[in-house]
């Protein structure tokens, strides 16, 4: 994503972490190169942001079919309109 590869403003935060969360991040870091623990962080904040997004596009699909479904049982066939 270019918006985000073009993003240099950083936000610094302390966290604790279960010890094998912890050893699976840093693990992580050195099996895919990357230079910190915070890229590989990183990333995982990332993977979480997009299953969110698409936790809320299967909710929003739901709902425009019920309103489809709506339309739909208006009783008009497709040549009416």
Partial sequence: MIGEMMQTEKIKF???????????????????????????????????RDRELEREYAESALEDDAIWDNALADGLDHATW
Avoid: C, M, W
């Avoid at 972490?17 to 990333?43: C, I, M, W």
């Fill in 14 to 48: 302390t966290a604790s972490v279960a010890l094998p969360l912890g050893r699976f991040l840093e693990r992580y870091q050195k099996d895919h190169n990357l230079p910190t623990r915070s890229e590989a962080l990183e990333q995982a904040i990332k993977l979480l």
